[in-house]
Structure formats: C-alpha cells, structure tokens
C-alpha cells in the first residue's frame, strides 16, 4: 500500500481569509502530491519500509539505507510534514489553548502570550525554506524549534504537536515577501483541539 496523500478536513477555501484558497489548493494538490509521489519512488524496492507507517519511517531515518535516505528525509519528511500541517488546523479556530495544553504553555513558557512570541520568531528567523514547532521533547518537556527544509522533530526522537510551514510556497501568492503577515495570520487557524489530542494521545 503506497502512502496516501491525505484528504482535507475541510475545504480549500475554508481557512479564508488567513490562508487563501489558490495556495491551500496548490500547496496540498500540488506540493504535497509531489513529496508523496517521491516517497513512494524512493520506498519502491523496500518492502519492509512500504509497510511501516511514513512518520515511523521518518522516526528511524538513521536506519533507512543509505542509497535512498536524502530522498527519503526530503519527499518521506514532506509527505507526513504536510500531512501533520494540515491536521493541527482548522476554519472557525485560533484563540487561546485551554485545557492540558493550554495548561502546559503557561507552565513551560510563563504564558500563552510568550509561547506566541517565541514561536513567531522560530518562524520568521528559520532562513530559507523550513518548519517552526512545538514539540515535546525526549525530556516530556515542551520546545518550541525550528528545521530547515522538510527535516521532522520525530528524526531527532520529539513528538510534534503544532507545526507551520515557512516555506515560500506556503504564503507567497497571498502574502509575497511579508512572512511575519503570514505567521501573525496562522494563529486564527490553529485547531487547538487537535493539537490538545495529540497531546494526550
Ligand atoms: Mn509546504
């Protein structure tokens, strides 16, 4: 079973106006069908690695043979990146976290308003194309961080709760060289819901 580009919880328009629909449709149907595409090519041959699931596959990409493993931590690492992206946002969201994770920033980061900023500046300082991430570390802790190009938290053994893509091809039709728009914009998206059941989960 090849690793499937995953269906939109919700409509290409639906994140409106923070996110538009044009880069919505041509980053899923576009960008993210390109790296599933070529994760696929790179798994074919290794059976072993087409039955795992694609983030256990970038979870262990120290053991993946070496002959494929660039284009694996690129297309594997796009293909579940995007996947995760899609899933921790959602139309009528944003605000402020309650509950456990809610709990857990003003623990880690004094309060939601500083989490805010250090994220946003995890965003707008990663140069080139890249990630910033709220993860939970090896040490149950949260951190925010960054990675360039499709690197995954999960190579480096932390559990991803909220991700944003700082990649041009996320915002430039809309927002063109204002990126700090962009990241201001995603905080209306942030399904905060899902990102406290993968917390828990
Ligand atoms: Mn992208």
Redesign the pocket.
């Known amino acids: 079973m090849p690793y499937q580009l995953p269906q939109l919880k919700y409509a290409y328009d639906a994140l409106e106006p923070y996110i538009d629909a044009k880069t919505m449709e041509t980053?899923h149907g576009k960008?993210?069908k390109a790296y599933v595409d070529k994760f696929n090519a790179a798994l074919e041959g290794h059976p072993d690695l087409q039955a795992q699931k694609g983030e256990h596959v970038i979870a262990s990409i120290d053991k993946v043979p070496e002959s494929i493993r660039s284009a694996v931590r690129n297309n594997g690492g796009?293909a579940v990146?995007?996947a995760f992206?899609w899933d921790v946002m959602a139309p009528n969201a944003g605000g402020e976290p309650a509950g456990r994770i809610g709990e857990a920033i003003r623990k880690e980061f004094g309060s939601f308003g500083a989490f805010r900023e250090k994220f946003s500046d995890a965003a707008a300082t990663q140069f080139g194309s890249g990630w910033a991430w709220l993860v939970v570390g090896k040490d149950g802790r949260l951190e925010v961080m960054k990675t360039s190009n499709q690197d995954s938290p999960l190579s480096l053994g932390k559990k991803p709760l909220l991700a944003l893509?700082v990649?041009e091809?996320?915002y430039y039709l809309k927002y063109q060289n204002r990126r700090p728009e962009y990241i201001e914009a995603f905080y209306h998206v942030i399904d905060w819901g899902r990102v406290e059941e993968i917390f828990s989960s």
Request: proline share 0%; hydrophobic share 25%.
């Open positions: 980053h960008h993210h796009g990146n995007h992206f893509d990649w091809h996320a």
